[in-house]
């Protein structure tokens, strides 16, 4: 099976600044990623899919970019309420499996 | 609206079974797949299977493979996931969710959860 691999597994970061987090595959995914936010006590949300397209009313700050076995989801100026774990999902084929998560945190 | 509703929480005894159910609602349930996804405390989401909510196909993950069936009933809207031979480390909030279309996709609509407690 693909492995998803997150990193860094935390961030501490000002408000204003620019995140980055990482998801790695296993192996080859096409573009068949998908991101999610959660927030603490929260049902996930989701963010973005095919890597790159932000599903519709979430704020143009977060982008994501990638293909093949590397993608990185971006907060380009890092909100309070942007506070949560971003997780990534690779939905190319079963098992439809998650990174192992990324805890935003401001400083 | 598109709306998943789960039963409340449940506490089992170790060895014992859970089934918990996800009603929905707002959308032709035949038309989307669902998902069974968990999240021990503390740690990060762990994707369960999937069901074919059309031809009643389903899919898990191999470490839970025997222990799980996901079901249908389309009369009602209503999709189950039953876990048996319960583990202490099975103690998690247990979510469904709606994949954007019938096969296996992306994740747009979640339930509330309901937290499964295995007490030894």
């Known amino acids: 099976d693909i492995q998803m691999t997150q990193s860094p597994s935390s961030l501490s970061a000002s408000v204003g600044d620019r995140v980055t987090i990482t998801c790695r595959a296993s192996?080859?995914?096409?573009?068949?990623l998908a991101w999610y936010q959660q927030k603490p006590g929260k049902v996930p949300k989701f963010l973005i899919y095919?890597?790159?397209t932000l599903q519709s009313g979430v704020p143009s700050r977060f982008s994501g970019s990638g293909s093949g076995t590397d993608f990185t989801l971006t907060i380009s100026s890092l909100q309070p309420e942007d506070v949560a774990t971003y997780y990534c999902q690779k939905y190319d084929s079963d098992p439809l499996t998650f990174g192992g998560g990324t805890k935003v945190e401001i400083k | 609206q598109v709306q998943l509703v789960q039963s409340g929480a449940e506490v089992k005894k170790a060895g014992a079974s859970v089934k918990v159910s996800c009603k929905a609602s707002g959308y032709s349930f035949t038309s989307y797949g669902i998902s069974w996804v968990r999240q021990a405390p503390g740690q990060g989401l762990e994707w369960m299977g999937w069901?074919?909510?059309?031809?009643?196909?389903?899919n898990s993950a191999q470490r839970l493979q025997g222990r799980v069936t996901m079901i249908t009933d389309t009369a009602t809207s209503t999709a189950y996931m039953e876990l048996r031979s319960l583990r202490s480390d099975d103690t998690a909030v247990y979510y469904c969710?709606?994949?954007?279309?019938?096969?296996?996709?992306?994740?747009?609509?979640w339930g509330q959860g309901t937290l499964v407690t295995v007490s030894s």
């Open positions: 069901i074919n909510t059309y031809n009643r196909n389903t």
């Open positions: 969710a709606r994949h954007i279309s019938a096969g296996p996709y992306y994740f747009d609509y």
């Open positions: 192996q080859g995914i096409r573009n068949y």
């Open positions: 095919a890597a790159s």
